[in-house]
């Protein structure tokens, strides 16, 4: 019995005290005004004043960053564009994603796991690596416009880099691992005597994969959608560095408030934000991942 | 079995040349003589020289590695505990809770959870250095390693751990004895995961440290602000270059063992 308590009690406790209390102060610190103190923010609770020393502090908390929040256009704009971002680089990588674990699926037994690995692989190479190598290649002197030059498709190198166009093709470039695994692990299941069985029935191929097939891998596209969109809201690097000035993104927004401005509770209040922001498609994602296992069940 | 179209060969050629091709060039680009990235002035070793030369570097991957080693084996023993709990654990208050705080950091956006993670240090007066974001680490870490660790322990016959404890086994022993050679390879691949994961943060360690631990994303991510530097491309070759040799040698080695288990299968049942 003492073991089991302690088994429980060990994560229980570094979990609440690293992750739920942390989120209480972030919650705490947004309603928070700026001071110029150590640290940079006021009220502060003195709990040896007893109750009315809590009381006074609960009464200076108010909702004025959020307020602020609203009235200067940077961060809702910051939000929409993160929004719009990550929702039609989601696309692009249901797109780009879709053919390739189709692909996978259709190919030979024994090849599979060798193509799954090939997939796998960028996952474990390091992230910031993967964004940094396309700034050599979209920068204007870099790789792909010497390439068009060179075959003479354009005349003036081209600027990609620091525009929102490098930011979708690092978000595709790396989200695409997450977006091809659960597409390819439901077409695998893929019974073929279904298609088959279409074709059978008089179906073109084309027909039956969207009468069939595209239906039958609908939990997978969803979840690799959820995947990609959900840490492409919050993104950081790669906006900062294949998006330049350009590009605004509210992970970029908290970063520099918090490391450029020093406002600590602005910067709290954007996260509180973009974590309700956030809580819809985890909910929706949770839903959808509990449905393909009863299914499965 | 359906035939191989050319539209889906074309759709792997492209996409492996897709998710490919920029660190083929990231790496040719390495061996380049000239500083100027873009321009190719011949073949050359000399920023792995320079690249070895430079004390900051080789400071910051130690404190990297250092990190990642203490954060990785806290997360696994947690995270392994965790996972024990949510499978086996049976009901206790507050189990909602404690599964939602398993899964959230897995999809909170790490901003958050380094904004958070630092606004605690300073909260409870803990300096930041290498410690903060050894537990700021292990923490997100230890969330993935309870996923990976409570797949395994949900597939596998239950009735195993039950023989051992009608036996008399305690149920440490139990878990010593016949549960852990049996999730082994989960543990150790959730092991390698939260490591990886710990050797690539940038966002959680640039919020979580102080002076003294700045870890190497930190350092390459100051560099490649300003622009592509080629020190950068030969210690991304140097990463990716260790990253390959040891996915592909434990895919191998995860493949005999495979093997092997199917022979000794096939050897038991033979015998019976």
């Known amino acids: ?297 | 079995m359906r035939q191989f179209s050319w539209f889906n060969a074309t759709s792997l050629t492209l996409g492996f040349a897709f998710l490919y091709l920029p660190m083929i060039i990231l790496v040719i680009y390495s061996f380049n003589e000239s500083r100027l990235v873009t321009v190719w002035a011949g073949f050359s070793t000399k920023w792995y020289g320079e690249l070895l030369q430079n004390e900051e570097f080789l400071d910051a991957a130690w404190v990297t590695v250092k990190v990642a080693f203490f954060s990785s084996t806290l997360a696994t023993v947690l995270g392994t505990m965790a996972a024990q709990v949510l499978v086996r654990g049976g009901r206790f208050p507050g189990r909602t809770l404690f599964s939602g705080m398993i899964y959230a950091p897995l999809v909170m956006p790490e901003v958050i959870t380094g904004l958070s993670l630092l606004l605690l240090f300073i909260g409870i007066g803990l300096d930041r250095g290498v410690l903060t974001v050894v537990l700021a680490h292990t923490t997100f870490s230890m969330c993935f390693v309870s996923v990976v660790v409570s797949s395994r322990l949900t597939s596998f016959d239950r009735s195993l751990e039950e023989a051992a404890l009608d036996l008399g086994a305690s149920p440490f022993d139990a878990f010593r004895l016949v549960t852990l050679p049996i999730i082994a390879p989960a543990v150790i691949s959730s092991w390698l995961l939260a490591f990886t994961l710990s050797l690539d943060d940038l966002v959680i360690a640039s919020f979580t440290t102080g002076p003294g631990a700045t870890t190497l994303p930190i350092k390459v991510f100051s560099a490649v602000r300003l622009g592509v530097s080629p020190e950068i491309n030969a210690l991304s070759t140097i990463m990716i270059g260790i990253v390959t040799v040891g996915v592909i040698t434990a895919s191998l080695v995860s493949k005999r063992t495979a093997l092997q288990q199917a022979r000794a299968e096939q050897a038991a049942a033979r015998t019976a």
């Open chain 1, 1 to 297: 019995m003492m073991r089991r308590t302690f088994l429980i009690a060990l994560p229980y406790i570094w979990l609440l005290a690293l992750f739920l209390v942390p989120f209480a102060i972030v919650l705490k610190i947004s309603l928070s005004d700026i001071a110029l103190a150590r640290p940079p923010y006021m009220p502060q609770l003195d709990l040896t004043g007893g109750l009315a020393a809590v009381w006074d502090f609960i009464t200076q908390l108010d909702f004025e960053n959020f307020v602020f929040l609203t009235s200067d256009d940077l961060y809702w704009k910051a939000y929409l564009s993160s929004l719009k971002i990550a929702a039609l680089s989601t696309a692009i990588t249901l797109v780009v994603g879709y053919p390739i674990a189709y692909a996978m699926a259709r190919a030979a037994k024994e090849w599979r796991p060798t193509l799954l690995m090939l997939v796998i692989l960028p996952f474990w190479t390091s992230f910031l690596i993967r964004v940094y190598s396309w700034m050599g290649i979209l920068s204007t002197e870099g790789v792909l416009n010497q390439f068009l030059i060179g075959i003479g498709a354009i005349s003036e190198p081209l600027q990609i880099l620091n525009t929102q166009t490098a930011v979708y093709i690092g978000i595709v470039y790396t989200y695409l691992p997450f977006m091809i695994l659960p597409i390819y692990s439901a077409l695998e299941k893929l019974d073929d005597s279904l298609l088959e069985a279409a074709e059978d029935l008089g179906c073109s191929r084309t027909t039956a994969f969207w009468l069939v097939t595209l239906p039958l891998s609908k939990g997978g596209v969803i979840a690799g959608c959820f995947l990609v969109f959900i840490p492409t809201l919050g993104e950081f690097v790669i906006p900062s560095l294949l998006g330049g000035s350009e590009t605004l993104m509210i992970g970029k927004v908290l970063w520099e408030e918090f490391f450029s401005n020093r406002d600590w509770p602005v910067a709290s209040a954007v996260a509180v934000i973009l974590l309700l922001i956030l809580i819809i498609p985890i909910v929706l994602f949770q839903r959808n991942e509990q449905k393909q296992r009863e299914a499965e069940g």
